[in-house]
């Protein structure tokens, strides 16, 4: 699952390039999906999700398109054990932080198919546009954000997942770089996998 250049995703017309100017792209990776039928929106694929099992990410409440694999599943508990223990992953109050949210325009907030705050699972709707859908994430690591959005070719799509972090503390650039080598040799390729898994699962044609 190869990660995308940063010049061939900031080409892509998304909302996301001026709506978090001068928040730090940290990486973006993509998947092709095959084009079993044209017109398929991500709205349309996010409303696959919603029959998905509970699990630690809490998926069975939001429109999560990642499925994690036991391996990456255990990742994951293993990160909110720590995380319960460090206190890691308690949200500021409202009034210590600044929610992506307050970058909405009257047009923005007319065009998401979600209202803004709006749980979903760990994290939080910013907006949910018919093809990009951007969520946000903030406790005592990082104030992070998640892009996925979904292009159509004439032969393919290609879904696309970009990460944005800022820092709310010294210790955010420590925290990325040791959970860096994690997410990009095993968690973001296996929940891509899984994307694919559950795009052929939702569209695929036998």
Avoid at 104 to 118: F, P
Avoid at 154 to 159: C, D, I, K, L
Avoid at 175 to 180: E, P, S, V
Wanted: include cysteine; proline fraction near 5%.
């Amino acid at each position: 699952m190869p990660r995308v250049l940063t010049q061939e995703y900031e080409q892509l017309p998304l909302r996301v390039h001026s709506f978090l100017a001068g928040v730090p792209l940290h990486d973006v990776w993509s998947i092709d999906l095959p084009r079993w039928r044209a017109g398929v929106t991500l709205e349309d694929f996010l409303r696959t999700a919603n029959n998905c099992k509970p699990n630690t990410c809490g998926c069975s409440k939001s429109s999560s398109l990642f499925t994690p694999s036991t391996l990456v599943q255990t990742l994951l508990d293993i990160r909110f054990f720590v995380g319960r223990l460090f206190g890691w992953d308690h949200e500021p109050a409202p009034t210590a932080w600044k929610t992506f949210a307050t970058r909405l325009t009257d047009t923005d907030r007319s065009r998401s198919l979600v209202a803004a705050g709006t749980r979903d699972g760990f994290f939080r709707v910013v907006y949910r546009f018919e093809n990009e859908q951007l969520v946000e994430l903030i406790n005592r690591t990082a104030h992070a954000a998640a892009l996925t959005a979904l292009v159509e070719t004439s032969t393919a799509y290609r879904f696309y997942l970009g990460v944005y972090a800022r820092s709310v503390s010294r210790f955010t650039p420590f925290y990325m770089a040791l959970i860096d080598p994690f997410r990009k040799l095993i968690v973001y390729p296996s929940l891509l996998h899984s994307v694919h898994a559950r795009w052929n699962q939702a569209f695929g044609t036998g």
